[in-house]
């Protein structure tokens, strides 16, 4: 259950519900693409990862933030992090894939994320 919860976090179940209702099909978590993007429209050859700040060190206040504890052990951690997320979006997109990251921060129901989705998806 522990797994299933993590993978279901709150940004992201929102950016589904928007997508949902907009109409447009998806699937989760496919396996056989590079960093498994939580949303993947086959048809439009398009992919959403909806990122936590801090995991993936977003620009922003809580992205910015490090624990004092052990902090060189997170820089390096937090820093593989963004490596493998940009060599993830380069493979997904040198395989023909277009690709939006939509951060936790940006994750709240209102215009401009549903603006965001359409745009990418239209
Ligand atoms: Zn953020």
């Given amino acids: 259950m522990a797994a299933v919860r993590s993978k279901d976090t709150r940004p992201e179940m929102l ?8 109409g447009y099909r998806y699937r989760l978590h496919r396996k056989d693409l590079p960093g498994k993007p939580d949303l993947v429209f086959v048809s439009r050859k398009a992919v959403v990862f909806v990122h936590g700040c801090f995991w993936h060190s977003h620009d922003c206040a809580k992205g910015r933030k490090r624990p004092m504890a052990n902090g060189e052990w997170w820089h390096r951690k937090l820093e593989k992090n963004q490596v493998r997320d940009r060599s993830t979006i380069e493979s997904l997109e040198e395989k ?26 239209r």
């Fill in 96 to 121: 023909g894939w277009r690709v939006l990251v939509i951060w936790e921060c940006e994750a709240k129901a209102g215009e401009s994320l549903s603006d965001k989705l359409r745009a990418f998806l």
């Fill in 15 to 22: 950016v589904r519900q928007l997508v949902h209702c907009m």
